[in-house]
């Protein structure tokens, strides 16, 4: 009798051994990630603007002359320049010779005159359009003076967003 | 997969050394007070063997994991800022005799660059599986996560699953990280 209670106890252990087991497995996900940077440059106003007396004798200045934002995962510079050294003229008393430099854009905190050289406008670090820094406004001084014809002037300026 | 293997017969081995301990102590009060033949020991080394041979994976309960394609690359606005889902990234064949819960969860987290997103941007959802399989996505997390349980079969099963990746974002630099995904079949 005794015998078969403890073969009955041995098979009643390995039954409950059979039972509560676990088995597991494992695989690697790898995630590549590049660096991305991108910009939305928005205008609030019209790119179009018309110089009066005014703004002859005290310079024409839009602090929210365009919006920016920026996302990006690393730290970014944002510089700008213009496409070319001179305003393309056009009327009879148009000057061909007003330099890109009469224009100046801003960001807070910073003002830089236009030429064909890429100047530092802005700079911040990695996160959404929401991260502090990486929303702000750009300001349009525009300064000619009284040294050119009246006229038509245009000009290209060029943001470039970089990773640092 | 080898590691996954070396795992199941591990986990095997630790439960057949904790029975067989179990046992030489019932045997010892056993000899003691009813003075049991050497046969009693024979008993005993016949059923441990047989346990021995039943408590790792065996042809009746096993969960086999394959893994296709797990791997994500993102490198524009659209792939950071969308979820990005890998289609059959992997399956399992499961065959159990009881009942069962399957479990996952990021086992571990590594990087080129130090630094390490959340485990809560995987998530695996099943696309494939036998009458009464949950087809919800599960959002992982370090801590075990059950993801299906049944009654057990008779014959292997295959469940296959999407390998989704949340929307990733701007928050982590550049970089390659490595998720490890740990899968656990118990019998409770």
């Known amino acids: 009798m005794n015998r078969m209670l403890m073969i009955s106890f041995l098979f009643l252990l390995g039954s409950y051994a059979l039972k509560a087991q676990s088995f597991n ?44 934002q920026v996302k990006s995962n690393a730290s970014w510079l944002l510089n700008v320049r213009s496409a070319t050294t001179y305003f393309t003229a ?33 700079s911040g670090t990695r996160g959404n359009a929401s991260a502090s820094g990486n929303s702000f406004n750009v300001g349009l001084i525009a300064n000619p003076g009284y040294n050119y014809g009246p006229g038509i002037y245009s000009i290209n300026i060029i943001y470039t967003l970089t990773a640092q | 997969m080898q590691a996954a293997k070396r ?98 969860r990021v086992q571990n987290i590594s990087s080129s660059n130090g630094v390490y997103p959340p485990a809560s941007l995987l998530s695996v959802q099943c696309n494939y599986g036998p009458s009464g399989t949950d087809y919800s996505k599960i959002n992982l997390s370090s801590t075990d996560k059950e993801i299906q349980s049944g009654n057990g079969f008779s014959s292997s099963t295959t469940f296959r699953y999407d390998l989704i990746l949340e929307p990733f974002g701007y928050n982590y630099p550049a970089g390659s990280y490595y998720y490890t995904v740990l899968l656990t079949m118990t019998q409770p």
Do not use: W
């Open chain 1, 90 to 122: 056009s009327g009879i008393y148009a000057s061909p010779n007003m330099p890109a430099s009469i224009l100046s854009l801003s960001s807070p905190g910073k003002q830089v005159s236009l030429s064909t050289q890429d100047k530092l406008l802005s």
């Open chain 2, 7 to 104: 795992n199941q017969e591990y986990k095997g081995f630790h439960f057949i050394g904790f029975t067989g301990s179990c046992y030489l102590r019932v045997l010892k009060i056993k000899f003691i007070t009813l003075r049991i033949s050497i046969k009693y020991f024979l008993v005993a080394a016949i059923l441990q063997v047989f346990i021995f041979s039943a408590s790792g994976q065996n042809n009746q309960n096993y969960i086999t994991l394959q893994a296709n394609s797990t791997n994500f690359t993102l490198n524009s606005v659209a792939a950071l800022e969308n979820p990005q889902t890998i289609t059959n990234a992997f399956n399992f064949q499961l065959r159990s005799r009881y009942s069962y819960i399957i479990y996952a």
């Open chain 1, 25 to 68: 497995g494992s695989f690697s996900s790898n995630i590549n990630v590049g660096t991305v940077v991108n910009m939305t440059l928005t205008p609030n106003v019209s790119s179009n603007i018309t110089l009066d007396g005014t703004n002859l004798q005290q310079g024409y200045n839009n602090s929210a002359f365009s919006s920016v």
